[in-house]
T-cell receptor, first 111, second 111 residues
Framework: AQSVTQPDIHITVSEGASLELRCNYSYGATPYLFWYVQSPGQGLQLLLKYFSGDTLVQGIKGFEAEFKRSQSSFNLRKPSVHWSDAAEYFCAVSLTGKLIFGQGTTLQVKP | DTAVSQTPKYLVTQMGNDKSIKCEQNLGHDTMYWYKQDSKKFLKIMFSYNNKELIINETVPNRFSPKSPDKAHLNLHINSLELGDSAVYFC??????????FGPGTRLLVL
């Protein structure tokens, strides 16, 4: 069955440090891939997406993600984390019109 | 001029009651969705409608009945509420089954 795995349930980084959140998917073809962010008590905001083409995609708030077909991965990165980046991050794949989400990664930012 | 809006934002009710959640999108999209986020923050699709027609109906109790009066609105009616229905319900919309944009969520608490 198709699935999305975010191996890290919780990550803590210091403000200003770099960040990488991992995402792996299990799907026969290359699906549409997304990262969403959910701040406490808020809705889901789209950070970036990959449909095809350049495997390094840029998103909002200084985030980027790289699609690696050989590893079935779509990891999210940011070179320098800000305290306001503390939130829940969800990787998702689009399958026949519905989004399949990973379990989410909680990002905590230390001052 | 919120793109996807939901009402109410919070809903506290007694077990056995019937309640509705409303969703409206002003993006001109043709597809709308309902997702449920449980207490462990796991997100799962419930329904999707395309131009007022039900497209996706996941394994959801028939106490949940979506209704789409027009393609800009998708409401969710829940009969005989149970404790396990407590969750955050997100509405989303998309054009051509690609990028989905989410509303702020409705936090339902059943007592």
């Amino acid at each position: 069955a198709q699935s999305v795995t975010q191996p890290d349930i919780h990550i803590t980084v210091s403000e200003g440090a770099s960040l990488e959140l991992r995402c792996n998917y299990s799907y026969g073809a290359t699906p549409y891939l997304f990262w969403y962010v959910q701040s406490p008590g808020q809705g889901l905001q789209l950070l970036l997406k990959y449909f095809s083409g350049d495997t390094l995609v840029q998103g909002i708030k200084g985030f980027e993600a790289e699609f690696k077909r050989s590893q079935s991965s779509f990891n999210l990165r940011k070179p320098s984390v800000h305290w306001s980046d503390a939130a829940e991050y969800f990787c998702a794949v689009s399958l026949t019109g519905k989004l399949i989400f990973g379990q989410g990664t909680t990002l905590q930012v230390k001052p | 001029d919120t793109a996807v809006s939901q009402t109410p934002k919070y809903l506290v009710t007694q077990m056995g009651n019937d309640k509705s959640i409303k969703c409206e999108q002003n993006l001109g999209h043709d597809t709308m969705y309902w997702y449920k986020q449980d207490s462990k923050k796991f997100l799962k699709i419930m329904f999707s409608y395309n131009n007022k027609e039900l497209i996706i109906n996941e394994t959801v109790p028939n106490r949940f009945s979506p209704k789409s009066p027009d393609k800009a609105h998708l409401n969710l009616h829940i009969n005989s509420l149970e404790l396990g229905d407590s969750a955050v319900y997100f509405c989303a919309s998309s054009q051509d089954d690609k990028t989905q944009y989410f509303g702020p969520g409705t936090r339902l608490l059943v007592l």
